[in-house]
């Protein structure tokens, strides 16, 4: 087995890192200096959904697994990428964007949702991103998919003061099923090639809502 490709499909992680609304800032501190200590070393500070992370089914229901007590095979797996870059501010991703690849989806899978909002990633109108249908989530839970990431923000609508969304739907029938949902993934069109491995894995929080990953894309030759 020999990796010809890896796609990054992550933010970098800085001081100037967009977050959703109300959650905590980023923020880097030099600790120690090699002039100093001998040694360099950063003082972190950020929310567990900073940047491109992962959501445990913890994340909207309180009796849900956390994120250290899933198992690893939901964070790795066949990506299948839904195209669905014809939407605007707040579009629907419904069952019609998922039928091209319907013969694809099965358990183990990994549905990435390629908006393309991730070109809007630092303004405004990334807080306007296009979402998930409830109904096409059902469908998709159905034929046994359990791990979902998409190109933006947030899997559901974003609410704000003119738009109250509808109640984060997507999260709650994925966290009902113990699955993972992956936000702030980029850099999904330079996945150009058939069946990548997708990996999610994320930083091992004890008893977490979830957790910042490097997201990539690879492409395996036998």
């Not at 010809?4 to 967009?18: E, G």
């Not at 309180?62 to 964070?75: H, M, N, T, V, Y």
């Not at 059902?138 to 738009?163: Q, S």
């Not at 990548?196 to 036998?222: C, H, K, N, T």
Request: net charge negative; glycine share 8%.
């Amino acid at each position: 087995m020999r990796i010809n490709k890896v796609v990054d499909l992550s933010l970098v992680v800085n001081a100037a890192t967009q977050t959703y609304p109300g959650d905590p800032e980023p923020r880097f501190a030099v600790h120690s200096t090699i002039e100093r200590d001998g040694f360099n070393l950063l003082s972190v500070s950020m929310g567990s959904q900073t940047g491109t992370h992962v959501d445990a089914p913890y994340h909207f229901d309180e009796s849900a697994p956390k994120l250290d007590e899933l198992p690893l095979d939901r964070f790795a797996g066949r990506g299948v990428i839904v195209d669905a870059r014809n939407l605007g501010p707040r579009g629907r991703i419904t069952w019609e964007h998922v039928a091209p690849v319907l013969e694809q989806l099965e358990p183990g899978v990994i549905v990435l949702l390629h908006t393309g909002w991730s070109a809007h990633y630092g303004t405004d109108v990334y807080f306007e991103n296009p979402f998930l249908d409830a109904e096409a989530c059902r469908r998709m839970i159905a034929l046994g998919v359990r791990t979902f990431g998409i190109d933006a923000i947030n899997i559901d609508e974003t609410p704000d003061d003119e738009h109250p969304g509808e109640g984060f739907p997507v999260h709650h029938l994925i966290a009902a099923q113990a699955g993972v949902i992956a936000e702030n993934l980029t850099n999904l069109a330079a996945i150009d090639f058939a069946d990548p491995l997708i990996s999610l894995l994320p930083i091992a929080f004890e008893a977490a809502d979830g957790a910042p990953v490097r997201a990539v894309a690879l492409q395996l030759e036998a």
